[in-house]
């Protein structure tokens, strides 16, 4: 059985790592550097960077803060925000990621995914996909685009079969509602995207306990985490051994 992996994201606003509640109302933590390397050298299995104010202020991420993170975090990485070209996910990758995020831009323009996909592969192309329950969308779950900010009618459901059949490897579910809340990840919503693709999802927003990902680990072939470990109420270690003891397929350093 393959083992659930257990990611550590990092939303970065002006060069600093930040956290909200449903995408609003955040507060700067730290240096993001320092961060992921506290985190590699915990154990946790991949990173995820965010520069979670690009496409409001259309422009591109930070490739300064990726190389420095390069230097000294030795797991795979995925970083996202302003994605808009194949050259520029390039320059992510020639930065050290091993995965792009894109998000807005692509629902804006959705052959960006397979224009990535077709020059360096699908295992590169992960689409964020920021989504809220709603009335809008016959699945009841509507996609969100410019970090949560502007609903654009599209059904969830739609969306992550359309990203896959482009090229899409990956799919991260972002949960707004959820996230930040530390009541527990949308279960629901994120059981009804996984079960329509076949390529491994990523259950994103909530998580308060281990126990919060152990539950959504049987809807999801990864589960991010941010508020628990950011705010050190959990380490990786205590969580990857709660995991274990739940009889689920977890990777220990």
């Not at 152990?214 to 991010?224: I, M, R, S």
């Amino acid at each position: 059985m393959l083992c659930k992996r257990l990611i550590v994201c990092l939303d970065v606003r002006d060069g600093k790592t930040t956290k909200g509640v449903k995408f609003q109302d955040n507060q700067d933590l730290g240096d993001p550097v320092s961060m992921a390397k506290k985190y590699y050298e915990m154990g946790v299995d991949e990173l995820v960077f965010y520069d979670i104010t690009a496409s409001v202020e259309r422009r591109t991420l930070f490739i300064d803060v990726l190389e420095k993170i390069t230097r000294q975090v030795f797991v795979p990485f995925c970083a996202g925000g302003g994605v808009a070209s194949v050259e520029f996910a390039r320059r992510i990758l020639l930065a050290g990621a091993e995965k792009v995020s894109v998000n807005t831009q692509a629902v804006q323009n959705p052959q960006l995914i397979g224009d990535i996909a077709r020059r360096f592969g699908s295992q590169c192309v992960v689409l964020g996909m920021d989504v809220a329950r709603s009335n809008a969308t016959s699945s009841g779950i509507e996609v969100y685009t410019h970090g949560g900010r502007k609903a654009t009618g599209i059904d969830a459901l739609e969306w992550a079969g359309r990203a896959e059949e482009l090229g899409a490897g990956e799919i991260v579910i972002n949960s707004i509602d959820a996230d930040g809340t530390k009541d527990g990840y949308d279960c629901e919503v994120t059981q009804k995207i996984n079960q329509r693709v076949t390529i491994p999802t990523v259950a994103s927003g909530g998580a308060g306990n281990a126990q919060h990902i152990v539950d959504v680990l049987g809807h999801a072939n990864a589960a991010l985490v941010a508020s628990i470990v950011h705010y050190g109420t959990h380490s990786i270690p205590q969580i990857k051994r709660y995991i274990l003891e739940k009889d689920i397929p977890v990777r220990m350093s």
